[in-house]
């Protein structure tokens, strides 16, 4: 009877959790530089124009991720002929299995309170939610995160080498959809081997090893032909930045961090994590800090082998961050994506342990600062004056459309990344679903399409102005952020 009504909890969870990560897709997607770059990139694999070798870009000047990110959404692309936002659900389906994920590795290596709570937080927490409708190739890191934590236990905890393969995959797979996450993994594993006294002459006659082994080298094929015929460019821009001459200005990469940067870091650190529970941070710093004490007398007082696995495995970044000072001092909040259920999985563990009212009262507390925020995002229009989104898009699309009266015509667009990667993926696809493209040949009618940029509002100026040398407004329309406008060319 228990295992019937937990199967129902957790199913109602999955299928709450899977619809706010997929409801209104078709508006509320943004689709961006990323998204059309992607997107573009769909099209060449499924075309068999292209087959590409490196993934996207990271952050750090010439490096890039692996091309399994391009791969893994292109059936999701062909399976929603050419629909964005169907693409987008199916990953928003892949996060909403992390609840499920989280329940079942909450109740196999602690309780069955710890599980429901994991799969609660997951389930409903707004950022969390949001970073599943990014619809970019961090998106899906958690889900791999999971597993591998998973695997981790398996085979460290509960000595079953089997998993070694698991372990592995997840690591390749999760290298490739963020390294700036998934690259603190490796250091973790290593601190966990070293935790759990496992003798590497051990693991090295284990045949899960190197079957492991094998399946993260081929993983890397792709990028090492990319490096070889590349003179190994991102081997070089790799190391450029480990020796600080890539992304710095100081000339250093790594530094012994002073009482600024560790106050600051630590700040970070609460942010970036309590957000995904407490959105607005209206709880003071000091709750965080209580939890992390209870969780160190926790591990000091447990005989848990999890909970001091899954504690290593999340503090490692953290650790490694506090000497960080490269890519310019930036930190963004992708950096800890990976690390996001990890830590959510801890808080749960934690919060298993105080007593029911407690546990009662946080979680009411979470249901209602979260719930607030999802319900205003999910019915949100698309027209705010700078909201832009796949919504009002292809609004601006079906004005051109409807406005040309089956005249040729040219297209013009301003975006602040410069490159109109999005807009390109719109046309051929929703322009063509529409029958309705625009020509390459120069022609009278010319459509400017531009979207505001409110931290340069003066790049935009200066756009415009240069498009009313080109040509006089005949017509123009407002959606949302988006401005289009009919011009006519002037006669040279």
């Not at 909403?96 to 196999?108: A, E, M, N, Q």
């Not at 998993?163 to 690259?183: K, M, N, R, T």
């Not at 600051?264 to 992390?292: E, I, M, S």
């Not at 009313?468 to 949302?480: P, V």
Request: proline share 5%; aromatic share 20%; glycine share 8%.
């Amino acid at each position: 009877m228990r295992k019937k009504r937990d199967f129902v909890i957790v199913g109602l969870l999955w299928l709450l959790g899977l619809f706010l990560r997929i409801y209104r897709q078709s508006d509320l997607l943004g689709f961006y530089y990323d998204q059309g770059r992607d997107a573009l990139k769909t099209v060449d694999i499924l075309t068999l124009r292209d087959l590409p070798a490196i993934g996207p870009t990271t952050g750090l000047s010439g490096i890039f991720l692996g091309p399994f990110w391009f791969y893994f959404i292109a059936p999701f692309y062909w399976l929603g002929r050419g629909d964005p936002a169907i693409a987008a659900a199916f990953i928003g389906l892949i996060d909403s299995f992390t609840i499920v994920l989280l329940y079942l590795i909450g109740k196999k290596f602690f309780s069955r309170r710890v599980g429901f709570l994991a799969a609660f937080f997951w389930a409903f927490s707004y950022w969390l939610i949001r970073s599943a409708r990014w619809f970019s190739n961090p998106s899906p890191l958690p889900f791999f995160t999971v597993i591998l934590l998973w695997g981790l236990g398996e085979w460290l905890a509960n000595k079953k080498q089997k998993w070694l393969p698991v372990v592995f995959a997840c690591l390749a797979i999760s290298v490739q959809l963020e390294a700036a996450s998934a690259v603190f993994y490796f250091p973790a594993l290593f601190f966990l081997i070293w935790l759990f006294k496992i003798e590497i002459r051990s693991i090295l006659k284990q045949k899960y090893f190197w079957l492991g082994i094998l399946i993260f080298g081929l993983s890397l094929l792709p990028q090492l032909a990319f490096e070889i015929k590349n003179n190994f460019l991102m081997t070089r821009n790799l190391l450029g930045f480990f020796t600080g001459k890539v992304n710095t200005e100081t000339g250093q990469s790594w530094a012994i961090p002073t009482g600024k940067i560790i106050d600051q870091r630590l700040v970070w650190y609460y942010r970036a994590f309590f957000a995904h529970l407490d959105p607005n941070l209206k709880l003071p710093g000091l709750v965080g800090f209580l939890w992390l004490f209870y969780l160190f007398y926790r591990l000091l007082i447990g005989k848990n082998k999890f909970l001091s696995l899954v504690f290593i495995f999340w503090l490692t970044p953290l650790v490694f961050l506090f000497f960080f000072v490269g890519n310019y001092g930036h930190l963004y909040d992708y950096y800890l994506t990976g690390f996001f259920p990890v830590f959510i999985l801890l808080f749960a563990s934690v919060l298993a342990q105080l007593p029911m009212i407690a546990m009662l009262a946080f979680s009411s507390y979470f249901l209602w600062q979260n719930g607030v925020l999802i319900r205003n995002y999910l019915s949100a229009g698309v027209d705010g004056p700078e909201h832009i989104s796949l919504g009002n898009q292809k609004q601006a699309i079906e004005w051109i459309c409807n406005d040309t009266q089956g005249e040729s015509f040219n297209v013009d667009i301003y975006v602040p990344p410069v490159i109109p990667y999005a807009w390109d993926y719109l046309w051929s696809w929703y322009g063509g679903r529409l029958n309705c493209q625009p020509t390459q040949e120069m022609v009278a009618r010319l459509y400017t399409i531009w979207e505001v940029d409110p931290p340069h509002p003066e790049r935009l100026q200066v756009w415009l102005e240069r498009q009313a040398g080109i040509g006089k407004i005949e017509a123009e329309a407002r959606f949302g952020g988006i401005g289009v406008e009919r011009r006519i060319r002037k006669n040279e």
